[in-house]
């Protein structure tokens, strides 16, 4: 008689191995609607499984090799560069300065072209 009772444990705990299915169904619809919660009817409402119930049965149901498709989607990586933009673009200044130095003769004549021709558009107009 004790050994019936010890297989009829052993078979309804061999049933009940993967306990986090029972779970999963159960919590399921809310599950779909968002990890943190969701909006309804124009109010913010938290889901009815806590954070630390939904870690753990997820954890469950990853360590038993199953499919978790309940995430979030993961967001695009940050790509805003470290540090301050003086310092990145300080060598492309450099170069840029160095190349406008070189056309500094030509872009003074110029300016000094321009100015002698509004002085003497000047001089025609006071005579």
């Known amino acids: 008689m004790a050994s019936k009772a010890v297989k009829t444990v052993a078979k309804a705990v061999a049933e009940y191995q993967y306990p986090w299915k ?3 169904a159960k919590h399921k ?3 779909s609607k968002g990890v943190w919660g969701y909006w309804n ?3 913010w ?3 009815h499984i806590s954070g630390r119930r939904r870690a753990r049965l997820r954890k469950e149901v990853l360590l038993a090799g199953e ?5 979030p989607e993961r967001k695009e990586m940050r790509t805003k560069m470290k540090g301050h933009k003086c310092d990145r673009i300080a060598a492309e200044r450099r170069a840029n300065t160095a ?3 070189e056309q500094m003769p030509e872009m003074l004549l110029a300016y000094k072209k321009r100015r002698w021709e509004k002085k003497m558009k000047e001089e025609d107009k006071n005579k």
Do not use: H, R, V
């Open 22 to 24: 029972e779970k999963l």
């Open 29 to 31: 619809n809310e599950l």
């Open 41 to 43: 009817l124009g109010a």
């Open 45 to 47: 409402t938290p889901l």
């Open 67 to 71: 499919d978790w498709p309940y995430d």
């Open 99 to 101: 190349k406008l130095m």
